[in-house]
């Protein structure tokens, strides 16, 4: 019954961002790119797979999703969250739970090359960190600036993000990601990011993945990710896709 209830809620959440909604990611990464959808067009970040190993703890990851919603002014609304389930049957505690819930305003400050014009794109992200059900309880509030620049050769997106965590902790973030060749039907991609939060431990990770525009507004994802978090290492396989529709 539990897990139907959270599943009710995840499905829940999915309907308010098809009605609302854009978010802080860009699959498969957890850094974002400096554009938004256009207006009245909506976008779907969806991962159907995923599996996590933090230390012992296995868990599946599924589903994820990130839905945004472009409006008028370059601007677009962002709701995500993601299903998280241990597979360790004696592991303490409620088994599935929703994290990674949050609430964001991402807007274009620089129409650049991903907005079809020359130079850099830059954009920020604004919104409210919420509350998890079966993990972690209060409201926070981010803040990013991304940098977007990209060429023959491929792109690059420079991420900065200064939060204030659900416990009411500062955390920074720096991220960054590179493309192959945007004209290349899969590209190979990587990012890196550090993040630090105030009196708490650092993460280190880095993800190796692709991207497969199948057509305009369809493109599937994969990627591999592997960071250190405190004592802990971290693995992660993410395999997804997103899909926008005027």
């Known amino acids: ?15 308010l961002a098809w009605t609302c909604g854009d978010a802080l990611a860009y699959r498969p990464f957890d850094s974002t790119d400096a554009a938004v959808a256009d207006d009245g067009e909506f976008e779907l970040e969806f991962g159907p797979l995923g599996s996590l190993r933090e230390g012992t703890r ?23 969250g993601q299903l998280q389930t241990l597979l360790d049957p004696d592991a303490p505690g409620p088994r599935t739970s929703l994290v990674d819930t949050g609430l964001f305003m ?6 650049g ?16 960190v ?43 973030f720096l991220g960054a990601i590179a493309e ?4 290349w039907a899969v590209r190979p ?9 105030a009196g708490g431990v650092r993460t280190i990770s880095r993800l190796a993945g692709a991207i497969w525009r199948v057509r305009d507004g369809l493109s599937f994802d994969l990627g591999v ?11 992660e396989v993410r395999l997804g896709l997103t899909w926008s529709l005027s």
Not at 58 to 80: C, D, K, M, T
Not at 137 to 152: E, H, K, N, V
Not at 225 to 235: D, K, L, M, T, W
């Open 1 to 15: 019954m539990r897990h139907r209830r959270l599943h009710a809620i995840f499905f829940l959440v999915a309907v």
């Open 58 to 80: 296995r868990s599946r990851v599924a589903p994820a999703a990130i839905a945004n919603f472009g409006i008028s002014g370059e601007r677009e609304i962002v709701l995500q």
């Open 106 to 111: 991402k807007q274009v400050l620089r129409r």
């Open 113 to 128: 090359v991903l907005q079809g014009e020359a130079g850099p794109s830059i954009a920020t992200e604004y919104g409210f």
């Open 130 to 172: 919420l509350p998890t059900l079966h993990g972690e309880s209060g409201t926070g509030f981010s803040m990013a600036g991304i940098l977007s620049q990209r060429s023959d050769m491929g792109t690059l997106h420079l991420n900065s993000v200064l939060s204030l965590t659900r416990s009411h902790h500062p955390d920074l």
């Open 180 to 183: 192959g060749p945007y004209s």
């Open 189 to 197: 991609a990587a990012e890196v990011f550090i993040e630090q939060q």
């Open 225 to 235: 990710r592997r960071a250190h978090s405190g004592g802990e290492r971290v693995h």
